[in-house]
């Protein structure tokens, strides 16, 4: 799978890089010349969480291992005005590494790595409280022959915990200095800036070239690993007093959250909720955006003289903007909640009570963080999928994860379900609207997991791969993390809108609005216009299922991006609309008033299996290093996209919905 498998490539992989680092070497002399610091450490130790703390960088994190899965660039300046270029790298727990992402670090940082010589300095981030385990991979990376630093990072938890650290004596036993940094508050990595600006950190001497370190293998990595093992074992005997930690308190939440009964119906519950939520909470502030939209289309179409350049901003601009505008309120409680259960150390407790189901469909539990990253987006879902060491898990996972329902999908889907189904409550409390929303994100998984279980079908090797992943420990999700999440969020989505959305509108405007119709016509111009006679030859294959020409010309720019084809239905109404005052109808009750529910139901199911996601493919692209699967990935979903809206449309259209 990866040619760094191969000795022969990784002998020439090397023999390469050392030339590039001799050629660096030369610029490393310069007394101006910025740091090149790189953070190596376990997973979950909070490498990122500094990182961003340290350059201002707003890199993903949270409460679970395999976050970073590449290598990511930042500057700080420290109070003594020195440069420092640092690397955030993938976490691992030995430089013997076993999957993609740590294959990045581990090259990275002994210079294996055909482009990048190794750092000049390696911060080895450890998490305080897990000494233990954190300290073998200092050790181990002392080899390297790097000037190395080492941060006694979450050092808060530490201290709750009433763990007690001789840094003076650690340092001397390792032979590197040894600071504390709190990765999660304001002024945590202020020890790390000082030490920077330190004679010492001033003088580092430069990795020698001699002796370059080399993966061990077959009996020398065992002894080398028993030995590693001793000698943290000192070093915790003579620098660390910890008490008996006290788990109580976790292990009885384990007892209800890994429970196979009581932890399965929790999680249904907690994402059921969380639906019921993006629905019933998003309401009012929807409504405010949605007026402020309409009103701003109203006083623009007033003042204005009529026009083309009118129509261009009321009917593209702002009707296609605006369409997709309303939904942030929505997308932004659906990653309220993503957050806190990132952050709070549950997420890896599904996957472990999942491993068992996913097993059945030839899945591993390993497959659980990157097919739930995909709930935000395929893209980081797709990426995340480095930490699977098996390449056939891995590859599996990456095909079924566009089927996991994206947030690009969410003002598609709440657009719909807004218009077609009745905001009432059954059962004395649910929300109908949150129900049907539930479904079709259950539908999803259902879905991705009826195409592994096919794929499995066509395997030989059915062997499955046991699923090995620390538990975190639980912690409240910090309301600064969260709040920086949500603005993350908010700003991509934004940027979309801003983006994307917008361009697509102001072209599809004109491909809507030329050529005009001819004189005396009453219907609607678009019709007569480029985009209404590709619409119409596109109906011809869309029509059997259910699909009217105006859905079929939102359809060619949400090729792009899911959330694309909502502002193209708005531009494509808006122009399609008979009244000057197109935007005092907006487009919810507009489609439900056009379309039939066969047809809507139909659409549903387009975007619950359709590739409509360029970003997507070229992520597949990248990662599977080719064309070939993401050629199957999209024969395979538009496959499915097609035969399930037929059916749907059919049976709806027979039980009178049509
Ligand atoms: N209490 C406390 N929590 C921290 C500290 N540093 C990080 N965290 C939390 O620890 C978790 C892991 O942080 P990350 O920065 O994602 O860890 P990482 O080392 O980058 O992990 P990988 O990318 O998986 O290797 C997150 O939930 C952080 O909010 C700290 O100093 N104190
Ligand atoms: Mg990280």
Same mark, same amino acid.
């Given at each position: ?23 660096? @070497? ?48 930042? %500057? ?107 990765? =999660? ?46 000698? &943290? ?23 209800? &959250? ?18 019921q939520?993006?629905f019933s ?17 109203? %006083? &623009? ?19 296609? #903007?605006?369409? &997709? ?48 990253? @995909? ?42 379900i807004?218009?077609?189904i009745p905001e009432q409550t059954v059962g004395?409390?649910f929300n109908l609207q949150g129900l049907v929303l539930f479904a ?7 879905? !991705? ?26 912690? %409240? ?43 005396? *016509? ?14 119409? %030859? ?69 975007? *619950? ?6 970003? #997507?493919?070229?992520? *597949? ?29 059919? =049976? !709806? =259209? ?5």
């Amino acid at each position: 799978m990866n040619a760094r498998d191969n000795p022969k490539t990784e002998q020439l992989v090397q023999n390469i890089s050392l030339q590039n680092l001799n050629a660096g @070497s030369a610029t490393a002399a310069d007394p101006n010349a910025p740091l090149r610091a790189a953070l190596l450490g376990n997973p979950n130790c909070g490498k990122t969480a500094l990182f961003n703390l340290l350059t201002g960088a707003r890199q993903k994190v949270a409460n679970y291992a395999g976050v970073t899965v590449e290598r990511k660039e930042g %500057w700080l300046s420290t109070p003594g005005k020195r440069r420092v270029r640092l690397l955030d790298l993938p976490g691992t727990y030995s430089l013997h590494a076993h999957s993609d992402d740590e294959r990045i670090t581990r090259d990275i940082v002994s210079g294996l790595h055909g482009r990048e010589a190794p750092p000049e300095l390696l911060i080895c981030v450890t998490d305080a409280t897990h000494l233990r385990l954190n300290l073998r991979l200092v050790l181990e990376a002392r080899a390297l022959g790097l000037p190395m630093l080492l941060v006694l990072n979450m050092s808060d938890m530490a201290r709750r915990q009433g763990i007690v650290v001789d840094k003076a004596k650690l340092s001397q036993a390792l032979g590197m200095p040894v600071i504390e940094s709190v990765g =999660v508050r304001l002024d945590g990595g202020k020890e790390l800036l000082n030490w920077l600006d330190s004679e010492q950190a001033h003088s580092l001497k430069a990795p020698s070239m001699e002796g370059r370190w080399q993966p061990k293998a077959g009996l020398g990595a065992k002894e080398q690993l028993l030995s590693l093992h001793q000698q &943290v074992a000192d070093m915790m005997r003579d620098a660390v007093r910890e008490p008996q930690v006290d788990n109580q308190r976790a292990d009885r939440i384990d007892a209800v &959250v890994l429970h196979p009964v009581w932890g399965t119906l929790l999680l249904l519950v907690t994402l059921f909720l969380i639906f019921q939520a993006v629905f019933s909470w998003a309401e009012p502030l929807m409504e405010g955006i949605e007026g402020g939209v309409a009103s701003f289309g109203q %006083w &623009v179409g007033h003042v204005m003289p009529d026009g083309v350049l009118r129509s261009l901003l009321v009917d593209g601009v702002i009707a296609g #903007t605006g369409a &997709v505008l309303v939904f942030l309120p929505q997308i932004l409680i659906l990653f309220f909640f993503i957050l806190v259960l990132e952050d709070s150390g549950y997420l890896p407790r599904a996957a472990f009570l999942l491993d068992r189901i996913m097993g059945t469909v030839g899945l591993s539990g390993r497959s659980f963080i990157p097919l739930l990253s @995909s709930f935000a987006c395929a893209v980081p879902g797709i990426m995340a999928t480095r930490s699977i060491s098996s390449w056939r898990d891995r590859l599996l996972t990456i095909m079924i994860a566009p089927l996991m329902t994206c947030s690009a999908r969410l003002p598609v889907y709440a657009l719909l379900i807004g218009a077609f189904i009745p905001e009432q409550t059954v059962g004395g409390m649910f929300n109908l609207q949150g129900l049907v929303l539930f479904a079709l994100y259950v539908g999803g998984i259902v879905s !991705a997991m009826a195409v592994a279980w096919v794929a499995k079908l066509f395997r030989t090797n059915k062997a499955r791969t046991p699923l090995m992943m620390e538990l975190p420990a639980y912690r %409240w999700p910090s309301i600064r993390s969260l709040a920086l999440g949500l603005y993350e969020r908010a700003i991509i989505f934004l940027r979309r809108v801003g983006g994307i959305i917008l361009t697509v509108s102001i072209v599809l405007w004109f491909l809507a609005s030329y050529p005009g119709a001819p004189e005396g *016509v009453t219907e609607g111009a678009i019709r007569y216009s480029f985009a209404g006679q590709i619409g119409r %030859w596109l109906e011809v294959v869309l029509a059997p299922i259910g699909f009217n020409w105006q859905i079929a010309i939102a359809l060619v720019p949400g090729m792009a991006a899911r959330e694309v084809a909502v502002g193209a239905l708005g531009t494509v109404y808006a122009l399609s609309a008979s009244s000057d005052d197109a935007m005092a109808q907006q487009l919810g009750p507009l489609i439900a008033h056009t379309w039939s529910l066969a047809t809507a139901l139909s659409l549903l199911m387009w975007f *619950v299996f359709a590739p409509q996601c360029i970003s #997507t493919l070229a992520i *597949v692209k990248r990662e599977t290093n080719g064309w070939r699967y993401p050629l199957i990935m999209t024969s395979y979903m538009f496959g499915l996209a097609y035969l399930c809206s037929f059916i749907t449309y059919r =049976v !709806a =259209v027979a039980f009178g919905a049509g």
